[in-house]
């Protein structure tokens, strides 16, 4: 049985970041992952303009205030100055105006009176109302490196860059799928001994919040032929696999011999934690087969404290790529059996800014997936901690 660490870098190196990379329309590009730096066409801003509203001035005009200059132009957002201001000369400006030729300090509207073509400065104005032609980039700089996922900011940076097209990476292709003889879909009528495969569920939404394309191929019976042509035919289309249940102990539980007999080199066949110890993971030329177990709970503890880095890696974000960490703390003492590497699933809240872990009501029973809803992150006891007492640190897992 391998440690959780051992687990998470042998599945990292098993990983390969894309080779190849596609081009998108900025209109669809949100979600997707920079395969080239983005650099900027230009200087940004592109001309010195203003930050407020007010009048544009010469600061050897105005180190004594109050004093009075000659209005001589107006200049609103998008309109281009035609004078040079000229010694005892201003220029009324509003945000995001071009500051006019010989102006190089701003006043603001709320420290000046207007009488006809006249403006009194009651006060000398502040530095920094200017915002300067390439302060935020230069022309040629790197603004977006690669390895950067496209969110709404970084939709705001490409189109201020006027970058049309995009070089991204493929999203990763993730065909899941579910065994089991007792397995119906949702839509089936549910008969004595039979449950519903909510991992598939669980699964294909997981995969496709972190922007990959799942591929949900179904469900298949504990039946070893029938398995090993749905085995094959999902290798054979992704880039990764993730199926669930029959990697456990149990004469139904196929899945390990049929990856030997498939050519699959098998990296991982258990490991210490809780709950998901029979995890069981495989690499193939083409792609990474993940045999997660099927308790419902344990395939998304698998997802999120394995499988999501792995796809980060894949999708080629930047590194790094394992779980975001926290130190807080609990209103209730966590408890575990020491033996295993457990994590316990509840809430993070942040009263006063500091975070804090509630634990789900009802029990940790890998089984119990109704109170796994509402999940947002897992609280860690290492290997040989029992208990972790209320209000002491713990190590909380944000999903
Ligand atoms: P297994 O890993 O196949 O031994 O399954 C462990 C437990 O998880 C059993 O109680 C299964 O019935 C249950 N289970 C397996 N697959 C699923 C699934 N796709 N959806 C919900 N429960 C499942
Ligand atoms: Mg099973």
Redesign the pocket.
């Known amino acids: 049985m391998l440690s959780v660490q051992v687990a998470e870098d042998l599945i990292l190196n098993a990983i390969h970041p894309p080779q190849e990379a596609e081009t998108v329309a900025l209109t669809t590009a949100l979600g997707r992952v920079l395969a080239q730096p983005v650099t900027s066409p230009g200087d940004l801003p592109p001309w010195d303009n203003s930050a407020m509203d007010g009048y544009a001035v010469r600061s050897p005009d105005v180190h004594s205030c109050p004093v009075t200059l000659e209005v001589v132009e107006e200049i609103a957002a998008g309109q281009v100055p035609c004078h040079q201001l000229q010694p005892g000369e201003a220029a009324r400006i509003f945000t995001g105006a071009m500051v006019p030729p010989g102006a190089d300090a701003i006043a603001i509207q709320e420290e000046t009176q207007r009488e006809g073509d006249r403006v009194t400065l009651l006060n000398p104005p502040q530095p920094g109302f200017i915002r300067k032609q390439g302060s935020y980039c230069r022309q040629g700089e790197v603004i977006l490196p690669a390895g950067t996922r496209i969110g709404p900011a970084e939709m705001a940076v490409l189109a201020t860059v006027q970058a049309l097209s995009l070089l991204v990476y493929p999203q990763p292709k993730v065909a899941i799928f ?3 003889n ?2 119906i879909p949702p839509d089936a009528t549910l008969q004595p001994g039979q ?6 569920w ?1 699964l294909t939404a997981a995969v496709s919040q972190l922007g990959a394309i799942a591929i949900p191929l179904g ?1 298949v019976p ?1 039946q070893p032929d029938a398995l090993r042509a749905k085995m094959e035919a999902a290798i054979s289309q992704a880039d990764l696999v993730l199926s ?5 102990v ?1 004469d ?2 196929y899945v390990e011999g049929l990856l030997g007999e498939l050519g699959g080199d098998i990296q991982i066949r258990s490991v210490a934690i809780k709950p998901g110890k ?1 995890l069981t993971v495989a690499n193939f030329p083409q792609c990474l087969y993940f045999g ?5 709970v ?2 998304l503890v698998t997802f999120w404290r394995f499988i999501a880095p792995a796809l980060r890696k894949r999708a080629g974000l930047a590194a790094p790529w394992g779980p975001q960490w926290v130190e807080g703390r609990s209103p209730q003492t966590l408890k575990a059996d020491g033996k295993r590497e457990t994590y316990l699933w509840g809430q993070l809240h942040w009263p006063q800014g500091r975070p804090e872990f509630h634990p789900a009501s009802g029990g940790h029973n ?2 119990n ?1 109704i109170n796994l809803a509402r999940t947002t992150a897992l609280a860690v006891l290492p290997v040989g901690v029992k208990e972790i007492a209320a209000g002491e640190p713990v190590q909380i897992l944000v999903i």
Not at 244 to 248: D, R
Not at 292 to 296: S, V
């Open positions: 579910s065994t089991g007792e397995l449950i519903v495969d909510s991992n598939q669980a469900i504990d669930t249940g029959g990697v456990s149990g139904y539980d029979p997660i177990p099927g308790n419902p344990s395939a890998s089984g997936l």
